[in-house]
């Protein structure tokens, strides 16, 4: 009973309590590609120090000089805006000009008031883009900027998508108001989405370590394994860090982002999830198995694709929708993010536009309002 008295005392002897930080931590070393500090504590309240998801705005700090213009081909209106455009880029602000050489020359054909345009002569040029450029304005869709993005395999100077396609989850400026459009963007500020990418790496069976890999490919939608034209079920160990996920038995695995989680991700039975959410989506395509339900993954994650020794066939890489690789008994797939996410400019801000693309592009939750007469709750 004495005991029983005495405790509270004892106590309430402890008023203070030792406060700590929570960093990211990633396989034994801090990570500079992140925020170090995510959550404080103090006096036994734990907050967030910062959220990635934040609305991100762009000031210029000095004027921006050259405009990369590309353009999606074989589209007559495409050919006339983009003329229109870098006339009155030209004219009314004094800006330098990069186009693509197939454009280019569509340019001169036209008119040879368009010499004053620079292009590029080899890939080693192209690799160098990111250095000469300070803004980047796709006419097109969803596909030409992912072409865009495709170009930078490093840093990517913000991107303005303007939509001339069929459907645009990433395109909100109307080609119809380019010049108010234009002139907002080049005075700033302006709403940014930072847009996350895959990086990805092929690790062939005859490697001799993890760190004897084919070319980098960065993608910003997904990378898909597929079983191709094979009859068979494609077998597929997957691996999150250094835990087993599963082994996917069925059509294949999508890795999206989450700017690619309203593509092919999406028709595989996927969630949509907004573009600044960092993380990676894991859905499977026609899983022979009615539990195996799309994850979600943490964006520090590194995660492992490998064909089994004992897989019946190869299977097939694509990396947004392009450059398909097969991989045989042994090789392997490995995804982590890329530390270089592309900027697009918004029309509004990321929550905005993202919400207006799913209503106006998938009529989402589109249904008849329910009438108002009937039986009601007494």
Same mark, same amino acid.
């Given at each position: 009973?004495?005991?029983?008295?005495?405790?509270?005392?004892?106590?309430?002897?402890?008023?203070?309590?030792?406060?700590?930080?929570?960093?990211?931590?990633?396989?034994?070393?801090?990570?500079?590609?992140?925020?170090?500090?995510?959550?404080?504590?103090?006096?036994?309240?734990?907050?967030?120090? @910062?959220? =990635?998801?934040?609305?991100?705005?762009?000031? /210029?700090?000095?004027?921006?000089?050259?405009?990369? !213009?590309? %353009? *999606?081909?074989?589209?007559?209106?495409?050919?006339?805006?983009?003329?229109?455009?870098?006339?009155?880029?030209?004219?009314?602000?004094?800006?330098?000009?990069?186009?693509?050489?197939?454009?280019?020359?569509?340019?001169?054909? @036209?008119? =040879?008031?368009?010499?004053?345009?620079?292009? /590029?002569?080899?890939?080693?040029?192209?690799?160098? !883009?990111? %250095? *000469?450029?300070?803004?980047?304005?796709?006419?097109?869709?969803?596909?030409?900027?992912?072409?865009?993005?495709?170009?930078?395999?490093?840093?990517?100077?913000?991107?303005?998508?303007?939509?001339?396609?069929?459907?645009?989850?990433?395109?909100?400026?109307?080609?119809?108001?380019?010049?108010?459009?234009?002139?907002?963007?080049?005075?700033?500020?302006?709403?940014?989405?930072?847009?996350?990418?895959?990086?990805?790496?092929?690790?062939?069976?005859?490697?001799?370590?993890?760190?004897?890999?084919?070319?980098?490919?960065?993608?910003?939608?997904?990378?898909?394994?597929?079983?191709?034209?094979?009859?068979?079920?494609?077998?597929?160990?997957?691996?999150?860090?250094?835990?087993?996920?599963?082994?996917?038995?069925?059509?294949?695995?999508?890795?999206?982002?989450?700017?690619?989680?309203?593509?092919?991700?999406?028709?595989?039975?996927?969630?949509?999830?907004?573009?600044?959410?960092?993380?990676?989506?894991?859905?499977?395509?026609?899983?022979?198995?009615?539990?195996?339900?799309?994850?979600?993954?943490?964006?520090?994650?590194?995660?492992?694709?490998?064909?089994?020794?004992?897989?019946?066939?190869?299977?097939?890489?694509?990396?947004?929708?392009?450059?398909?690789?097969?991989?045989?008994?042994?090789?392997?797939?490995?995804?982590?993010?890329?530390?270089?996410?592309?900027?697009?400019?918004?029309?509004?801000?990321?929550?905005?536009?993202?919400?207006?693309?799913?209503?106006?592009?998938?009529?989402?939750?589109?249904?008849?309002?329910?009438?108002?007469?009937?039986?009601?709750?007494?």
């Amino acid at each position: 009973m004495a005991d029983m008295i005495t405790r509270p005392q004892t106590i309430s002897l402890l008023t203070k309590i030792a406060s700590f930080k929570l960093s990211w931590f990633c396989k034994g070393e801090q990570s500079d590609q992140h925020k170090h500090d995510i959550v404080s504590f103090e006096r036994g309240n734990i907050t967030t120090a @910062e959220r =990635s998801s934040k609305q991100i705005s762009l000031k /210029w700090e000095s004027c921006p000089q050259t405009v990369l !213009l590309l %353009t *999606k081909p074989n589209s007559v209106s495409v050919q006339i805006l983009c003329a229109e455009m870098i006339r009155w880029l030209r004219q009314q602000k004094k800006l330098h000009i990069y186009v693509e050489p197939r454009v280019r020359v569509e340019l001169l054909t @036209e008119s =040879s008031y368009f010499n004053f345009v620079e292009t /590029w002569n080899d890939d080693e040029e192209v690799l160098m !883009l990111h %250095t *000469k450029v300070d803004l980047v304005v796709t006419l097109g869709g969803d596909g030409t900027v992912l072409w865009a993005a495709s170009m930078f395999k490093g840093p990517v100077p913000p991107i303005v998508p303007f939509s001339l396609g069929s459907l645009g989850f990433m395109t909100p400026f109307y080609s119809e108001h380019y010049k108010e459009c234009l002139e907002s963007i080049l005075k700033g500020p302006i709403s940014i989405t930072l847009r996350h990418r895959l990086l990805c790496h092929v690790i062939r069976e005859a490697a001799k370590n993890e760190y004897e890999t084919e070319e980098p490919m960065l993608v910003l939608n997904e990378v898909t394994i597929d079983r191709g034209i094979s009859s068979f079920l494609t077998n597929l160990e997957c691996y999150c860090d250094d835990s087993f996920v599963t082994c996917v038995q069925g059509d294949g695995l999508i890795l999206s982002t989450t700017s690619g989680s309203t593509a092919y991700s999406l028709a595989a039975g996927g969630s949509m999830v907004h573009p600044q959410v960092p993380g990676i989506l894991f859905t499977p395509i026609c899983p022979h198995s009615l539990s195996f339900r799309p994850l979600i993954f943490p964006e520090h994650v590194t995660l492992r694709v490998q064909v089994p020794f004992n897989s019946r066939s190869p299977a097939w890489a694509s990396f947004d929708g392009k450059d398909r690789k097969q991989l045989e008994p042994g090789d392997a797939l490995v995804c982590s993010m890329a530390p270089w996410p592309v900027p697009t400019a918004c029309l509004v801000d990321s929550t905005n536009d993202f919400l207006r693309s799913i209503h106006e592009g998938l009529h989402w939750n589109l249904r008849k309002t329910q009438s108002f007469d009937g039986p009601r709750e007494t």
